[in-house]
């Protein structure tokens, strides 16, 4: 007897789900927007709109001219930290927002954060390319330090997978953690080296990088703008942090999955 | 070869009531007043009900357990529990193979994916690959019978092709075992038919099928073993006509005092020609048991037969004295026993019968106990209503109708 559906493996099954989640999450954004695909570069390009305009309103306050490399480096920063907001935003959402899927099919849940990261990363894809042009245009960038970026962007993506897969289980049990992340969120933005160098915090400037994100953007807009090799330490500290986040986030989804169906 | 798909050994599950804290603005004095109030009043005891109570079955490959029961019997957790989307708190449930769940087929479409788009969304989260679904769409299309409507955004369907669609994807997954919870309810006559065939076709492929469903039609038609859930507990199991009789006579026989009466309807059985059963063929010949008992002495009794359609509707009546029998005289203790035989020509569907105990010639009612059993129809005609008229058609083609075939 044939069965139709060949045996295949887990793991194909899970990548299909992740697959299939994030492409119907891209689809509708898309399709209830008449902007169509803009809307993935419009939220970076305001985050980089308000980083330039912050940064021309400090130059104007230290009397300094704002030149091409700093507006280049908060952009390069910009599209990342966009990216990593929307990403938290989405994943913790992203159980409650499938809570028929939750209560009605099995399915492994992690693909819920998963995908939801997933479709950001999409957004991330297409507004990297568009800064991508927009910086060959300016002569800022290609150096060797760019071999940097995909270990940066990794490890990024890990510390939104983690924490999401955290957020997404803790916001099922307490609906008002939603809340909370988007102000902590909204607010993270002033204590993370976004829209101005890390130098800025002076003396205090290893506090400030010991927000995991930070030391990736610091380290993405170096090799991008500057070209030189991200910070060892810190990076490795960042990607530690970004992997232990990870493993965290995976074991308490784990731990956590039994109850959804019967608290969400 | 062990041949069990599906294991269910002394599965419980406990769920919880009472309070929750479903916010952190909520658990957090909660906590501080735990912490504070040491010795003051306990929280309110979670309310704890066991939903399911030490539930054991096994089924074969290729079979299909119907299983039933009341609102709250459990059926759903039951469901739940086999589709690994709740855990048990005792017992353990095995399943050797693939399992898919058709449980409410809505839960994976997105209003604004197109009938196509959903087709490869609802399928993919069903457990099909892409390679699967794009070989199975005509076939998952032909099915729905939705053609025409595959770039239409599925929230501009109506609930009926919505549901369609769904069960379409649903019954091309494939799975070794299939969970099927009401989903035959959905649709119109035609498409509620082709599901039947589908189910059918599914069991003999060899996928076993775990069945949930009011309709006692259904389960009687395509089970070939069936389970009575009440309060969590297995209160029956076995052939299908016999469990859904069980529950029939369980939920229809409240409780009937019949201690302060003179005479009552002690017993009401409905048999065919080969003893008693719920399932008969339209045109079939029934007879309909009622035994009489009498605490006091009663005189011209007479006993009234009713017949119900499932919506309790009265749709038939008799009486022994119109039937041009003698009235009933009953001693003190005595015991009656009349027999009726009926003709069931009636429409497919559920009806209840019923017997009333009336003295003869002032009409005082004694017992009245109806619904007392219910009775599954089954035809070959598909028609509506409570009679069957047998209907057959003998002319179907252009021109005028032929004299003395319509209207004089």
Known sequence: MTRGVSGRGRLARWWDLVAMLAWRDIRIKYKQSVMGFLWAILMPALVVGAGVAVQYGLGWYAGRQVDTRNLAAVAVKSVPWAFFVASLRFATNSLIANSELVTKVYLPREVFPVAAVLSQFADFGVASLVLIVILAFTGVGASVALVWVPLLVLGLVALCLGLGMFLSAAALFFRDVKYLVDVVITFAVFFTPVFYPVEIFGRHASAALLNPVAPLLVGLAGAVVGGRPPDPGWTAYALGVAAACCAGGVLAFRRLEPWFAERI | ?408
Not at chain 2, 56 to 62: E, H, K, L, M, P
């Open chain 2, 1 to 408: 070869m062990d041949d069990t798909t599906v294991a269910v050994e002394h599965v419980s599950k406990k769920f919880r009531r009472g309070e929750l804290h479903d916010s952190l603005r909520d658990l957090v004095p909660a906590l501080v007043r735990r912490a504070v109030r040491r010795t003051g009043r306990p929280e309110l005891a979670a309310r704890e009900f066991w939903a399911l109570d030490d539930v054991s079955f096994t089924v074969g490959r290729g079979e299909a357990l119907g299983v039933v029961g009341g609102n709250g019997a459990g059926k759903s957790t039951l469901l739940k529990l086999l589709g690994r989307i709740l855990r048990p708190t005792r017992g353990a449930v095995r399943i050797h193979g693939r399992l898919s769940a058709l449980i409410e087929v809505s839960a994976g479409f997105h209003p604004d994916l197109t009938g196509r788009e959903n087709v490869y969304l609802y399928g993919t989260i069903l457990g099909m690959s892409r390679q699967d679904i794009r070989r199975r769409f005509d076939a998952i299309v032909g099915f729905s019978g939705l053609e025409e409507f595959m770039d239409t955004p599925v929230k501009r369907y109506s609930s009926g092709m919505f549901a369609r669609l769904g069960f379409s994807v649903a019954a091309h997954v494939d799975p070794d075992v299939l969970l099927v919870d009401e989903v035959l309810s959905v649709g119109d006559l035609v498409f509620q038919r082709r599901c039947m065939e589908r189910m059918r076709e599914v069991i003999r492929q060899g996928t076993t099928v775990l069945f949930v469903s009011h309709n006692l039609r259904a389960v009687n038609d395509l089970c070939s073993r069936a389970l009575l859930l009440d309060h969590g507990r297995v209160t029956a199991a076995g052939a299908p006509a016999e469990v859904t009789q069980a529950y029939l006579l369980a939920s229809l026989a409240g409780r009937r005092d019949v201690d302060g009466r003179d005479a009552h309807i002690a017993r009401i059985t409905v048999r065919g020609a080969d003893g008693p059963r719920t399932l008969f063929q339209a045109g079939e010949r029934a007879w309909v048991d009622v035994e009489l008992a009498a605490r006091t002495a009663c005189e011209r009794l007479s006993v009234s037969l009713v017949v119900q359609d499932g919506n309790a509707q009265q749709v038939f009546d008799t009486s022994t004295e119109r039937l041009g029998q003698r009235p009933i005289d009953l001693q003190a203790g005595g015991i009656f026993r009349c027999s009726v035989q009926l003709d069931l020509h009636l429409a497919p569907g559920t009806f209840h019968l019923g017997a009333i105990l009336k003295r003869y010639d002032i009409e005082r009612e004694y017992d009245r106990w109806a619904p007392a059993a219910s009775i599954v129809i089954e035809s070959d005609r598909d028609v509506r209503g409570v009679a069957n008229l047998y209907p057959r058609v003998v002319a179907f083609e252009p021109g005028p109708a032929s004299p003395g075939s319509g209207r004089p």
